[in-house]
């Protein structure tokens, strides 16, 4: 028990530090030898996609599960999705003969925190799966919303802080951003390459707020 609340408290410990240097726009960027996902579209060239993105109200998460987006499947070996993201965004990985990561560090651009442990790492989709299927992923194939869930081209795909991830859920930019607000630039590009080469929609608030990120980027 004592190990459960030593953990949280080196957690948020970690957490509130992280927060405070964010404030600061210190922590914009990683460490140099941080790996990172593939590179969006530059901010004129997703100010241009944005534009030709349908605009239309959020649909219904009627019919949703995670379960219609099958992840994280097999990439090579023993490799899955998740695998092989926490091995590219991380710095000293090494792997067990599981794959599994039993050591190096990770830097999570929107807090802007260090973690040690593969287990303090979620792998989040820029565009949530929830808010995919309600932007038109619900008429998708299986195999089609497989493909986009293990995306590892497109800027879909990257290592962050385990409870950000769990704080984002499926909001969409109008309802949430990273802390660090110096790399919010970076993630409104990655949402609108990921949603431009998916064809999915835009509601009309997130199209505001994606505006407003690209213009001043």
């Given at each position: ?152 081209t497109r800027p879909q795909l990257i290592a962050v802080t385990d409870d950000v991830n769990q704080a984002k859920g499926d909001q969409d930019p109008a309802e949430w951003l990273p802390s660090v607000t110096s790399y919010r630039c970076m993630y409104a590009r990655m949402w609108v390459h990921t949603k431009y080469y998916w064809n999915l929609k835009v509601d009309s608030a997130e199209k505001s707020a994606l505006q407003s ?5």
């Open positions: 028990m004592f190990g459960v609340y030593a953990r949280r408290a080196r957690r948020a410990a970690v957490l509130a530090a992280a927060s405070a240097v964010a404030a600061t726009g210190l922590l914009a960027t990683a460490p140099a030898a941080q790996a990172a996902p593939p590179t969006p579209v530059s901010a004129s060239t997703a100010r241009s996609y944005l534009s030709q993105l349908t605009v239309a109200p959020e649909g219904s998460s009627t019919g949703y599960s995670r379960d219609l987006f099958p992840h994280w499947i097999t990439q090579s070996g023993a490799c899955n999705t998740r695998e092989v993201v926490l091995e590219r965004d991380g710095s000293n990985v090494v792997q067990d003969s599981s794959c599994a990561a039993v050591s190096g560090s990770w830097y999570s651009p929107y807090d802007g925190a260090t973690w040690y442990a593969a287990s303090d790492v979620d792998i989040d989709h820029i565009v949530p799966l929830a808010e995919a299927w309600r932007s038109g992923a619900n008429s998708w194939t299986t195999s089609k919303r497989q493909l986009f869930a293990n995306d590892l990120i690209l213009n001043g980027c």
